[in-house]
């Protein structure tokens, strides 16, 4: 070897997402060949997707996709939902064996809405509260009250898949090639300072928004102080966690547009302020100031999505790689040109974004609506 010494590619991680801006479904089975092409960038310990437009006979109801580790936890699970939503439908969520897959929990989906108590419908009749936040609430109590009980999707119309394994297997396992979405992503895991667990496989998710993470994020600490501020309850061992619960805040609760909220997340550094417009700078200045502990440090290439759009997203230095293509009505984004190449293979215009600077692809639906609310 000569000197010579093997060191591990610590920028490991795939990200891969898909979205069709007409709405047009998707099958699962295209992110699948994406996500899978960058099989070296994990190493069996976490795959994942995130699925939009999955559920249309029950699009108007939360659906919970919930993992348990022992039957007891299941029984103390329906017995809260029983006391707390009205549950219109539940069954197991479709798996098939597979030799890849191994010891998987008890995987159960549910759509429903939450039952109101007085003082919550009287919040919500004051402006002072919504159906999303008691959703909210309901989820963090089973994740943080329930032992042995994970809710790992919550949004409407959507769902997440994921667990122990390559994504690939992961896909199999779940039968995705059956499931057809107008917006997926896809993560394949290579964890470095969390442990390889159901639960803590990408994405993550709150509500609609579902999240996809390459890197570290060193600023775990004051993120997830600030957040259990607003009442959230980060329990599930990883750092990706606070950036799907930030989104939440931020841009559903806080109502700031998706640009400034990644300005938010990803903001320039201070010295930057100089050569930007000075009516901008002091933009600029004011959401480094109020929502500092939001900051995301360290290296990160994040894909976020709800069902209105999906965002990339690097940090400040563009220390993890990200790559962005057109092709007519499709945006496709990930960690390489090639998984982008393997389903698409003459876009139209392909290219690596800027540190910091996010890459938004909305349904043309959603663009035109948020148009419409600014004029």
């Not at 980060?234 to 109502?255: K, N, S």
């Not at 600077?357 to 419409?372: C, F, G, T, W």
Request: hydrophobic share 35%; glycine share 8%.
């Amino acid at each position: 070897m000569s000197g010579h010494h093997y060191q591990k590619d610590i920028s490991g991680c795939g990200l891969s997402g898909v979205i069709n801006r007409k709405g047009e479904r998707i099958s699962g089975s295209v992110v699948t060949r994406s996500i899978a092409n960058q099989h070296d960038r994990g190493n069996g310990l976490g795959g994942g997707f995130a699925a939009y437009g999955i559920y249309p006979d029950y699009k108007d109801l939360y659906a919970l996709h919930i993992m348990y580790d022992h039957e007891d936890a299941q029984t103390r699970t329906e017995e809260y939902l029983r006391r707390q939503m009205d549950v219109q439908q539940q069954e197991k969520i479709p798996t098939r064996t597979t030799e890849k897959i191994q010891s998987p929990p008890s995987l159960m989906r549910y759509f429903a809405q939450p039952i109101l108590t007085d003082t919550e419908k009287k919040r919500i009749d004051e402006g002072l509260s919504s159906v999303d936040d008691v959703m909210v609430t309901r989820v963090m109590e089973i994740n943080d009250s329930i032992e042995g009980a994970f809710v790992f999707s919550s949004g409407k119309n959507m769902g997440a898949f994921k667990g122990v394994g390559f994504p690939e297997d992961i896909s199999e396992f779940f039968m995705l090639e059956e499931y057809s979405g107008h917006i997926w992503t896809a993560h394949n895991r290579f964890p470095t300072n969390s442990p390889g667990w159901w639960g803590g496989a990408h994405p993550f998710t709150i509500l609609d928004w579902s999240i996809v993470h390459n890197g570290e994020i060193s600023s775990y600490g004051i993120n997830k102080r600030y957040l259990e501020m607003f009442g959230y309850k980060c329990t599930l061992l990883t750092d990706t966690e606070v950036v799907a619960y930030m989104l939440d805040l931020l841009i559903r609760r806080h109502g700031l547009s998706i640009d400034v909220a990644c300005m938010a997340l990803s903001s320039p550094f201070w010295q930057e302020l100089e050569y930007v417009d000075p009516e901008e700078a002091r933009a600029m200045e004011a959401i480094r100031m109020i929502y500092g502990p939001a900051l995301l440090n360290g290296p990160f290439a994040i894909l976020f999505a709800n069902n209105e759009g999906m965002v990339g997203l690097n940090d400040r230095v563009k220390l993890r790689p990200l790559v962005v293509a057109v092709k007519g009505d499709f945006t496709y984004m990930s960690s390489e040109e090639s998984a982008i190449r393997e389903i698409c293979p003459d876009p139209d215009e392909i290219w690596a974004p800027i540190a910091g600077e996010p890459v938004i692809a909305l349904l043309d639906s959603a663009a035109k609506n948020k148009k419409k609310t600014v004029a």
